[in-house]
Every structure is written in C-alpha cells, then in structure tokens.
C-alpha cells in the first residue's frame, strides 16, 4: 500500500498546537481526511481523525458530549467526570475514525505527512499558492436564524413623539402607531424563557482542555 497524496491545509497560528490539517490518498484510490499535525514537546506528530464522544441525557435523551457539566437541550446538571478513564488516568473524550494497526504504517503515515506539511510551508511562500485540501467551509456557516434576524434588524429609527414611530424591518421602513407598538413592546420575538443561556448549557466549549485531552487520543 502507497501513499499517493498528502494535501494540507496550514494553519499558520504560532501560538497554536494544531499546525495543519491534512488528507492522505491510499493507492490513488481511498481518502481520508481531518488528520491533525501537532506541535508536541518532541517535535510535530501526526494525529488521526476522530470524533467526539457523546452520551445521552438521562432526563431528555438528548446527545451531549461526555464532559458537557450541563444538557444541551434540557439545561439538566451532569456530573462532568463521568467519562471513562484510561491507564493514564485521562478522560477517554474522543475516539479514532480512522488508524494504523501498526508501527510501520504509523510511521509511512507520519513521515509523508511531515514532509508534506514542510513542502507545503515552502510552497505557501509562494505568489499564486493555492491550498489543495478540500474543505467544506463549514467554518463560514453560521448564520442567525430567521426570527434572530427579524428580531436583530427591527431597530427604531426615529421616534416621532408618543403618537407613532418608525422601524426598518425586513428591510421596509414601518410605521407603528402608539396601539400597536405597546402591543409589539408587549410580545418580543423570544421571551428570556425560551433562549439558553450560553454560559449555562455550552460550558465545555469555552473551559480550556486539560493536557492530553484535545488530539493524544489519536495516537496509539
Ligand atoms: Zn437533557
């Protein structure tokens, strides 16, 4: 078994570990993505893709990830260190895709990858350089909803004393005489009630990972 190609996507943040994303071709044949290049203290390795690991919420059965402290959905409290842990001691918190079952196609592996990634920061030197790793771009996806938009673009633009007032909405200027605008100031688009709040049910995201946690789990 070859590997036919090595494409990269650099990363090109000093204070990062993560040094570059990466696919590799099997015999001009078999693709795998999301591999990992990363800084560790003996130099850059090469981690192999994997997803996070999730268990469901027991009150409302939604899927949260193992060290979430609280339900995505239901807001329920979790107990944060209930993930497996391994010989180590380390939280088991994501599990391979795809890997070597061996020392010598980990190390094929390792090695085209690394001289990839060093050819690649030559050539990104380069007028014209054109990263070859196919992305899909999900980073630019996010989007509010429709009603978060709605809600966001109904700014007051000029209040004309008690009688009415105009707002742009949907791109139209509106005119909201004083009956209808205590009723729209009576019914706001979400009630405090039904928007999460992000401290509370996203809490694992913004914690920094302990050592170990982030990408050791790709390497055998
Ligand atoms: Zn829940």
Do not use: W
């Amino acid at each position: 078994m070859e590997i036919s190609e090595v494409r990269i996507k650099l990363m090109n943040d000093p204070h990062e570990r993560l040094l570059a994303f990466c696919s590799i071709t099997f015999d001009v044949s078999f693709v795998i993505r999301d591999l990992k290049i990363i800084q560790g203290s003996k130099g850059a390795f090469v981690a192999m893709p994997s997803r996070k690991l999730m268990d469901r919420c027991p009150k409302c059965h939604n899927k949260n990830h193992l060290r979430a402290s609280f339900c995505n959905q239901c807001g329920v409290r979790l107990d944060e260190n209930r993930a497996d842990k391994d010989d180590a001691g380390r939280a088991r918190l994501y599990a391979d895709i795809a890997h070597p079952i061996n020392s010598e196609c980990r190390e094929l592996i390792q090695e085209e990858v690394l001289k990839a990634y060093q050819d690649e920061k030559v050539s990104a030197q380069q007028d014209g350089y054109v990263c070859r790793y196919d992305d899909f771009g999900e980073e630019d996806y996010a989007r509010l909803s429709p009603q978060e938009a709605e809600f966001e673009e109904t700014i007051p633009i000029e209040a004309s004393g008690s009688e009415s007032t105009h707002i742009r909405k949907n791109n139209q200027i509106l005119r909201i005489d004083s009956a209808e605008r205590a009723e729209e100031t009576n019914q706001p688009h979400h009630s405090s009630s039904d928007v999460p709040e992000p401290d509370k049910v996203s809490s694992n995201e913004n914690e920094p990972r302990s050592k170990g946690d982030t990408f050791g789990s790709g390497i055998v």
